[in-house]
Each structure stands twice: as structure tokens, then as C-alpha cells.
């Protein structure tokens, strides 16, 4: 489809100290996946949060189905029809899937009570339109990464969006969570959405985005056609040179002194006689499908889940690791897959977070 659903012209925004953005041209089609991509400080993030809402541009015009508009906030660009799912999902984790899909907009009955069963019926016609099976009754806490990303995405639905900007989408997901992802953006694609789509991961773009613009330093450097343009291209256009390498040269190899070894970890139904040993200067990747017990190794490894059998050395030294306490004493760190959920006290502050871990008490 060639219409237009969204325009920015000339737009340009200042904080202090900081041009954010100078100039910048965007403009995205109905039913189109147009990639938004550039390094860390190009730009992207200010610019999204002009198109939804969030920020007033100093300069440049918006333009949304064909008519200039200002948004004074990101509520009122939602209720136009322009949602944006940020990298942090903003999901209320002990309310049901209908509850956060409906959250100050719940249907009422009479007396003024909360119709549960209608808002439960909706949330499930929003959902069979991303062909994703979710009970609604579901408390979001209980649902993995991936099904929370498709709650959000029938939330911004349930607005009647035609405009869904998505930020980083993949960064936390597997594989074939990212392929059930590229489906229901397809299904968006084919009814119309306009889908912008902000990601570092630019070998994915090949499954999706349609174009993909280029912010550099805050400027607009150019609109493509994702298919007449390489990777190294994009690349080259975002960082103003041409790279050598996309990686840089690998050092040498481990030096060969085993600092930690795990013999017959067992947990019944979950872990069956792993045995593995990780070199000084190594990186061990530990791979599989989804269930297939990589996050349970690691949390039986770190004490946070029990084991039935099995033994751990470090430098040599056998470990006595009952929980995460007895771990962090013995020099293990283990970094969770949900970050702002299992692994961070978000309330608190950074000084608090970093040393949380030293704290006897």
C-alpha cells in the first residue's frame, strides 16, 4: 500500500547542550514495516517519542493522515491512533491479561461495576486477531517474555491503532519466539498497521521491514528500499565509514587452566547428568530450544533452584552451593533473563542496586 499514514518534515529538537535531532525527515506507509536504525545516540528514540506523543518538537511539522497535528502528550497520539511498545514493557505483572489490555478503560455495567465478562470476551477477539492463544484470566506475572510482547500488542490494538511503533522487539527473545513475533507483524502488515520498527539487530530487517531509515548523530541521512541495499551498506551509513571488520579479531585462545567444572548435574523431570568444564579466558555458550533446561542449569548452578545430584568445582575446589548467597560467597554472578523483573530492584536507587549483592544484611 502507498498511502501515507505518517510525516515528519524538518522536525528538530534541543535539550540542553544537545541537538537530539536537526532536520529530520521520516515518513511511513499503511501496511508497511519501515525499520528505524542507527547507533546508540542517533536520534531514534527521540524521534519515536515526538511521533507518540511524549515530546513537542522545537521545530518541523507532523503529519498524520495527510493533516499537521500536535500532540500534547502520548495520550492524546493514542487516542489518534499511534501506540509504541517500548523495550521495558509497561505491563502491570499482578493484573489479568484483559485487566492490563483495558487498564482506565474497563467496559462497565450498570450500577458502574466492571463488566469482567465482556472485557474478557474483547481481550480475546484482540487476541485470536494476533492468532496467539492466551487465556485473558491469565495474571501477566505468569506468562513469559514473548506473551507479554503480544499483550502489549493487543493493548495498543484495542486503541485502533493504525500506527504500532515498536522499539527493540527481539532484544529478549529466542528464537522461535522472534518467529512468532515476525508472524504476527505480517498478520499486522496485511491488515493495514503501519508498523515502525527500531532494531540493532539489522540481519532480522530481511524478514520484515519493506524501508529503513538511517539517523546519524541526530541527522537523517537516508530512506532505502530495504532490498536494493547490502548490510555492510546500512552499516557504513550509520557509523559514516566504511568497517574493515564487523567483529573485532578474536584474542587468543583460553590458556588452558580449568577454573570450573560441573559433574552429573541432576534435577528429576528437568536435568538429566550434565557434566561440562569452562576454561580461564573462555566463553561457554550453553544452547538449546525453548524448555529445553538452559535457564534451569543456570539457576541450578546459582543455588536458586534445587538439585537432586551433581557436583560443582571451582579452581579445584569443591562447592557446597545451596542458594544464591552461598554463590555470590564463591565468586558466581548470575544475571537473569528478565532483568527489571528477577534481577533489579527498580524502587531503589543505582547505588543500592550495584552493591545489593555485598550487603551481609
Known amino acids: ?20 535531532l536537526d532536520r529530520v525527515h521520516f515518513e ?13 545516540g542517533a536520534g531514534k528514540s527521540t524521534l519515536m517519542k515526538i511521533l507518540s506523543g511524549v515530546y513537542r518538537p522545537d521545530e518541523g511539522t507532523l503529519y498524520y493522515k495527510g493533516k499537521p497535528v500536535v500532540f500534547h502528550n502520548a495520550q492524546e497520539a493514542q487516542r489518534a491512533g499511534i501506540s509504541i511498545i517500548y523495550q521495558e514493557l509497561n505491563l502491570m505483572p499482578h493484573l489479568t491479561v484483559a485487566q492490563n489490555i483495558f487498564i482506565g478503560r474497563e467496559p462497565l455495567r450498570f450500577g458502574g461495576y466492571i463488566d469482567d465478562r465482556q472485557m474478557n470476551r474483547q481481550a480475546r477477539e484482540l487476541l485470536a486477531r494476533l492468532h496467539v492463544d492466551i487465556d485473558p484470566t491469565t495474571p501477566v506475572y505468569a506468562l513469559p517474555l514473548s506473551k507479554r510482547q503480544m499483550v502489549e500488542i493487543a493493548k495498543a490494538l484495542s486503541f485502533r491503532s493504525e500506527v504500532l511503533i515498536m522499539d527493540e522487539p527481539t532484544s529478549a527473545l529466542t528464537e522461535s519466539e522472534i ?37 546519524r548523530d541526530g541527522k537523517y541521512i537516508g530512506t532505502y528500499n530495504y532490498g536494493d541495499v547490502t548490510l555492510e551498506y546500512l552499516v557504513s551509513k550509520m557509523v559514516g565509514r566504511t568497517l574493515e ?10 590458556t588452558g587452566r580449568k ?91 543505582l547505588c543500592e542496586n550495584i552493591t545489593m549483592a555485598n550487603v551481609e544484611e
Open 1 to 20: 500500500m502507498d498511502e501515507e499514514l505518517l510525516r515528519v518534515e524538518n522536525v528538530t529538537k534541543k535539550f540542553p547542550g544537545v541537538l537530539a
Open 28 to 40: 511511513l506507509r499503511r501496511g508497511e514495516v519501515h525499520a528505524l536504525v542507527g547507533e546508540n
Open 179 to 215: 518467529e512468532e513475533l515476525f508472524k504476527v507483524i505480517h498478520q499486522l502488515k496485511q491488515q493495514g498497521v503501519g508498523i515502525i520498527y527500531i532494531s540493532h539487530r539489522l540481519e532480522e530487517l530481511k524478514h520484515i521491514a519493506d524501508r529503513v531509515t538511517v539517523l
Open 259 to 349: 577454573i570450573f567444572e560441573v559433574k552429573h548435574l541432576t534435577r528429576a523431570g528437568v536435568l538429566h547428568d550434565i557434566s561440562f568444564e569452562l576454561y580461564e579466558g573462555e566463553i561457554l555458550g550453553i544452547a538449546g530450544l525453548m524448555g529445553a533446561g538452559r535457564t534451569e542449569l543456570a539457576r541450578a548452578i546459582f543455588g536458586a533452584d534445587p538439585k537432586d545430584g551433581g557436583e560443582m568445582y571451582l579452581h579445584g575446589r569443591k562447592l557446597e552451593i545451596h542458594s544464591p548467597v552461598d554463590a555470590i560467597h564463591a565468586g558466581i554472578g548470575y544475571l537473569p533473563e528478565d532483568r527489571k523483573l528477577a534481577g533489579l530492584a527498580v524502587e531503589m536507587l
Open 245 to 254: 571488520h564487523k567483529f573485532p579479531p578474536r584474542t587468543s585462545s583460553p
